[in-house]
């Protein structure tokens, strides 16, 4: 099974998010001496930004200037995201024996596999596929077809 380069160019965009996120975190607490309530909008937003852009540039490789409605959709499914994670951790603590940090890690890869790429999937499609004018955005995947077929 090979897994889709979208979603592991994903993949590593949340990687990078969640590690500016908690690099944010620390540098606003221990260097500016911020109180982490106080530092955790600010790490959240740059956390949520660089998703955003990761995303539609670097893992679906959308070059629209669509920002404004593509990031309402975005925004909207990050609600419903927050909200999935916030039930599957309480799910997972409250019905089985996982420990709480593995519970964390858990329900926010099957909300991300099952909910946020597939919904990030339809908001970062080009015109063009939807469109039906071209089945792959990544440019990589039509030589992988083509020795496929061959």
């Known amino acids: 099974m090979r897994l889709s380069p979208t979603l592991v160019r994903s993949a590593l965009v949340g990687l990078v998010a ?3 996120d908690v690099g944010c975190l620390f540098v606003l607490v221990h260097g500016l001496g911020w109180t982490a309530v106080q530092a955790n909008v600010p790490a959240l937003t ?3 930004t660089l998703q955003f852009f990761g995303n ?3 893992a679906f490789r959308d070059r629209s200037r669509d920002y404004l409605r593509k990031g309402s959709l975005f925004l909207l499914v990050e609600v419903g995201t927050f909200v999935l994670n916030a039930f599957a951790f309480h799910q997972l603590v409250t019905l089985t024996p996982v420990p709480y940090a593995l519970a964390r890690g858990i329900g926010t890869l099957v909300v991300y596999l099952a909910f946020s790429y597939p919904l990030w999937k339809r908001i970062f499609r080009s015109p063009a596929v939807r469109a039906g004018r071209d089945v792959c955005q990544d ?3 039509p030589e992988l ?5 061959a």
């Not at 077809?145 to 077929?149: A, N, P």
Request: charged share 30%; proline share 6%.
């Open 56 to 58: 539609k540039i670097f």
């Open 46 to 48: 740059l956390g949520v």
């Open 18 to 20: 969640t590690a500016a």
């Open 139 to 141: 440019p990589v995947e």
């Open 145 to 149: 077809r083509k020795s496929r077929v």
